[in-house]
């Protein structure tokens, strides 16, 4: 028979916080994948003919926002652009 395993209140509580924050990140890509339009490939030929490459661009161009997804803060959108979880909307 396996003993019962025992945490202290902290150590559960952090357990459940870190759960807890997986499965939220988890839903939040799913639900901002399900608001990315699916695009033809004649839409994205359209798209690439128009626009070019990133090649055809300075890399000053672009914002590398790979850390903004890994935050464990993670960011919050909303209507206008893109705050921290750490500010308040009066602050943003």
Same mark, same amino acid.
Request: aromatic residues 12%; hydrophobic residues 45%; charged residues 30%.
């Given at each position: 028979m396996n003993a019962p395993v025992t945490?202290? &209140?902290? &150590?559960l509580?952090?357990?459940i916080k870190e759960s807890v924050r997986e499965v939220?990140?988890? !839903? @939040?890509?799913? =639900? @901002?994948q399900s608001v990315?339009? !699916? $695009? /033809?490939? &004649? !839409?994205? &030929? !359209?798209?690439?003919? $128009?626009? *070019? /490459?990133?090649s055809d661009y300075a890399n000053e161009a672009? $914002?590398?926002?790979?850390? @903004?997804?890994?935050d464990e803060n993670c960011h919050y959108l909303f209507i206008g652009?893109?705050? /921290? *979880?750490?500010?308040? =909307?009066s602050n943003a």
């Open positions: 945490l202290d &209140a902290q &150590a509580k952090a357990l939220l990140k988890e !839903e @939040w890509f799913t =639900m @901002w990315i339009p !699916e $695009v /033809s490939d &004649a !839409e994205q &030929a !359209e798209i690439d003919r $128009v626009s *070019g /490459s990133p672009f $914002v590398d926002m790979t850390d @903004w997804l890994n652009g893109i705050y /921290s *979880g750490k500010k308040s =909307m």
